[in-house]
């Protein structure tokens, strides 16, 4: 039998290739937020909540496409988001009124993103990946949003500077299209017939996974670790400024963070394989908390940034291949799109509410101080809920008629 050119490191490098391009060009969108507002006379709040609403829809899609994705597959789905994500950039660079924005940036780069990252490409990796080195693969391709974070942002601030934010945008919806060819080594095989997993429908999934209390337990979590992270990614520039720090300090904090997460997911990847993964969780967890803790009750200065920094960034998107690799652990990598992507839904919730109330309690009170202890008490909290989480994978049936065959 010939052999496919597809092997589990094409898919590897291809798949974080995608999530580089796709991640790092929707991190540049902060950028974009004063050139577009100043130009266009509006507020800064317009495209604000179009870029939180971006944050929503993406969790929101991610059930559908990836339900989609583990049934028609993965390759079709992330070409067709690709050429979403083009259209969508496209389309922002010759809005100029709130309506149209809101729908080229929330919906359309939404769903692209709801295709072409985490939940989607991670589950091609681990089911292309050999069972031993599964948490290592899904370490790798995690690690694509931030190594997307660390070098298609100054790209973009380059393009900027150099042409302005609508032939930016245009140029960058051209490196989108890049998703495109990558997108083939994406394509996968059904599983054969007769298997239990290929011969359990989309609804039985859902329904397994309603009835496992550690699934609902992973995505409790899952919604701690979008409301830190997202609030953190956010929000620290300004809290340094009201502490007497740059803006480059807090340019150079998201940058830090960015760094060291590489380093967090791949070593992520590598423990999970030896150690349990939801102790490996409750760890990351909790040591955010104490981490988080220790920068708010010291000194705010040049030293203290760099190494909160750090030390966040090794924890900050390490919980995600722990989080898709239990997923596929208990319930095998069928469905492990849609399953990880409700997981995930939860997680841009989180991030939503991150967002929007460190912005709100902010305007209220004047300070970080509320949003900040509340992370670090959520923190505690989801280091808690994960002790209880059985990982171990689903023993089902094989069909009868399968077992039939397979008789001699």
């Known amino acids: 039998m010939q052999r496919s050119w597809r092997t589990p490191v094409v898919v590897l490098v291809c798949g974080t290739l995608v999530m580089m391009l796709a991640f790092g060009i929707r991190q540049t969108y902060g950028l974009f937020l004063t050139p577009i507002s100043e130009t266009l006379g509006w507020p ?89 080195r599964r948490g290592l693969y899904l370490g790798i391709g995690s690690a694509g949003g931030s190594l997307g974070q660390t070098l298609v942002v100054p790209f973009g601030h380059f393009l900027i500077s150099a042409y302005g934010w609508g032939d930016a945008l245009v140029l960058l919806a051209a490196t989108a299209g890049l998703i495109v060819p990558l997108s083939a080594a994406l394509a996968e095989k059904r599983p054969a017939a007769g298997t239990a997993q290929a011969d359990q429908t989309p609804w039985q999934a859902l329904a397994e996974a309603r009835r496992h209390k550690g699934y609902l337990l992973l995505t409790a979590g899952f919604f701690v670790c979008g409301f830190q992270t997202l609030f953190i990614a956010q929000h620290l520039p300004r809290l340094l400024l009201d502490n007497g720090l740059s803006p480059a300090v807090g340019a150079t904090a998201i940058s830090l963070i960015g760094l060291f997460n590489v380093i967090g997911c791949v070593g992520a990847g590598v423990l999970g394989n030896r150690y349990s993964k939801k102790n ?124 039939g065959t397979s008789s001699p």
């Open 280 to 403: 490996l969780l409750s760890l990351i967890y909790f040591g955010r908390a104490v981490v988080m803790t220790g920068f708010f009750l010291v000194p705010m200065t040049h030293f203290t940034v760099v190494v909160f920094s750090s030390l966040i960034g090794l924890l900050f998107l390490s919980t995600i291949p722990l989080t898709s690799g239990i997923v596929a652990q208990v319930f095998g990598t069928r469905y492990m799109a849609m399953l990880y992507g409700i997981v995930f839904l939860d997680h841009q919730i989180g991030s939503f509410i991150g967002i929007w109330l460190g912005g709100v309690l902010f305007d209220y009170t004047g300070s970080y101080d509320m949003i900040w202890w509340t992370a670090v008490g959520l923190g505690v909290a989801a280091a808690i809920i994960h002790w209880p989480i059985d990982e171990r994978a689903i023993t089902r049936a094989v069909p009868a008629a399968a077992a």
């Open 44 to 132: 800064l709040g317009i495209f604000s909540f179009a870029v939180a609403l971006q944050s929503l829809i993406w969790g929101l899609a991610q059930p559908l496409l990836g339900g989609l994705a583990d049934r028609y597959g993965s390759g079709r789905v992330v070409a067709l988001s690709a050429v979403s994500y083009v259209a969508g950039l496209y389309l922002m660079s010759i809005s100029t009124d709130p309506w149209s924005m809101t729908f080229s940036t929330a919906l359309l780069t939404g769903v692209a993103m709801s295709g072409t990252s985490f939940s989607m490409v991670l589950a091609v990796i681990g089911r292309a990946a050999p069972p031993h």
